[in-house]
């Protein structure tokens, strides 16, 4: 069984469209994050759910909007997609209530847009 | 603020070389939490090690160690008789207590050639 795993692994779409990324753990984590790994391999931090709750939004534009229905699953969707959102999106999980022990990652979802 | 840097872009060794990776990291926080990574070409984030800055015993796991030591602050990761199969883009992190936030260094690339 996958600890951490999102869908879908590839997307490619035109600049402009609307698309979303799943994300569940089976871990019982109670935090859940988005990371964002642009072509320099540059890992950022974009949100994190503690519990179902928004604690983080790190200057993310609008077009980025997170939804958390229950605190195994953590969702992406993205609007109007631009050409630099191209990336490769990483879904994690850590245990605990404070945010400090390790990050389990999912496999990535890499996003082309064209 | 926090912040991790990795000042090694890539390295490259031959096989059975030692090999060290260095991290420096920043923050004001007294407790805090650092991390290493490691991403090989075929792009899942691997967890290999946390420690808490009140621990600053060196690790050693197989050909794995780890130097931590606050007076400088580093946390630099020793691969000893590197192999082919270390080749990959190994990450330092760091997170305090209720930040939610995993701050990456930049990435060290690691190529070992047979």
């Known amino acids: 069984d996958t600890a951490v795993s999102q869908t879908p692994k590839y997307l490619v779409t035109q600049m402009g469209n609307d698309k979303s990324i799943k994300c569940e753990q089976n871990l019982g984590h109670d935090t859940m994050y988005w990371y964002k790994q642009d072509s320099k391999k540059f890992l950022k931090i974009m949100f994190s759910?503690?519990?179902?709750?928004?604690?983080i939004n790190e200057t993310v534009p609008n077009r980025f909007s997170p939804k958390s229905p229950d605190k195994a699953h953590l969702n992406l969707h993205i609007n109007s997609l631009e050409l630099g959102d191209s990336a490769v999106y990483f879904c994690a999980s850590s245990l605990g209530r404070v945010g400090t022990g390790e990050l389990f990652f999912g496999e990535g979802s890499r996003l082309t847009v064209l | 603020a926090q912040k991790v840097t990795q000042a090694q872009t890539e390295i490259s060794v031959v096989e059975k070389e030692d090999v060290t990776l260095d991290c420096v990291y920043e923050?004001?926080?007294?407790?805090?939490?650092l991390f290493w990574y490691k991403q090989p070409p075929s792009g899942e984030l691997v967890f290999l090690i946390r420690r808490n800055s009140f621990d600053e015993q060196n690790e050693i796991s197989g050909r794995y160690s780890w130097n931590f030591q606050k007076s400088t602050s580093s946390f630099n990761f020793t691969i000893t008789a590197s192999q082919v199969v270390d080749s990959a883009v190994y990450f330092c992190a760091l997170t305090t207590s209720g930040t939610y936030k995993y701050i990456f260094g930049t990435g060290t690339r690691l190529k070992v050639l047979a």
């Open positions: 759910y503690n519990n179902k709750e928004l604690i």
């Open positions: 923050t004001r926080d007294t407790t805090y939490y």
